[in-house]
């Protein structure tokens, strides 16, 4: 959890979890693939064996490694030759997001937040964030951004199911005063979706970096080092996808990306415009490939 919370925040944020385990808690076969791919020991083997018995798992990643989304030539009809031919991490990101994508299907009542749109905004980012690390070519594995930017809003999830009611409070007044979401979501549910977000991949046990972006992907300033990169990386992906209007775009409906953001990560504004292009597109087809059954 975010160490910089106040006590107010730390109790909202740990009650909240106590009380969600459909979110806070991952199918134990995805849980078992984390575990085999963040042992630095482990090999494809090992993996092969974690996946050989779910079905639907292997359906999966068959379709993912024979789509034009990792652009290998030829069609794979061998799990060991897609583990091979993927690597690890990206088998890790195919089974976290059919597990997360279920948590993701109401639809909505009718609100200013709906789940799915949330979904769709967070595919976005995950999209986005890794056409930006693809571009930078250097300190941030693809696999490793495409999944801190999926799950960058999970916060926002334990939100919807825990204060629902405050929740749309929150996207009411930010839509109607253009207060920035963070503080409105302080003011009315003493924490933010940064934090439950940081609380639940604490729980998952992602990689220190990982949870310090989703910590401060809308606050990127208050870090330093690869943290920060990482951490701007996403908040550039997500201010472009909210000023697309892909999905649930309310959290950053008041962010900005300035030229000195740009310049410690090495992008600049037209590399920005590059990354927009087709976009949208690209998300529909990673939503149809990566979303579960």
């Not at 109401?106 to 890794?130: I, N, Q, T, Y």
Request: hydrophobic letters at 45%.
């Amino acid at each position: 959890m975010n160490g910089t919370l106040n006590e107010k925040a730390r109790t909202v944020v740990t009650e909240a979890l106590a009380s969600i385990d459909d979110i806070a808690t991952l199918p134990e076969v995805t849980i078992k693939i984390i575990e085999v791919v963040d042992d630095a020991d482990s090999n494809p083997d090992q993996l092969y064996e974690v996946i050989q018995n779910d079905p639907a798992l292997v359906s999966r990643v068959l379709k993912v490694v024979n789509s034009a989304f990792y652009g290998l030539p030829g069609q794979v009809s061998n799990i060991k030759r897609a583990i091979s031919l993927l690597g690890l991490a990206a088998i890790k990101n195919i089974a976290i997001s059919a597990s997360m994508s279920d948590m993701f299907k109401d639809r909505g009542k009718g609100g200013f937040f709906s789940p799915w749109e949330l979904w769709r905004h967070s595919m976005a980012v995950a999209v986005a964030s890794r056409k930006i690390s693809t571009m930078l070519g250097r300190a941030f594995n693809t696999d490793e951004m495409f999944m801190t930017g999926l799950i960058h809003d999970l916060g926002l999830l334990v939100e919807g199911q825990i204060f629902p009611e405050k929740l749309e409070e929150v996207c009411g007044i930010s839509t109607q005063t253009q207060l920035p979401f963070l503080q409105a979501e302080r003011d009315i549910i003493g924490a933010t979706h940064q934090d439950f977000g940081s609380a639940v991949t604490l729980k998952w046990r992602f990689p220190h970096k990982l949870r310090d972006g989703i910590s401060h992907h809308h606050t990127p300033a208050e870090l330093d080092g690869v943290s920060k990169d990482l951490s701007i990386i996403l908040f550039c992906a997500d201010t472009l996808c909210c000023e697309q209007g892909i999905g649930f775009s309310l959290t950053a409906i008041t962010q900005s990306v300035d030229p000195d953001m740009l310049e410690t990560i090495g992008l600049d504004a037209e590399n920005l415009q590059e990354i927009t292009e087709n976009l949208a597109d690209e998300v529909d087809e990673a939503l149809a490939l990566f979303s579960g059954d």
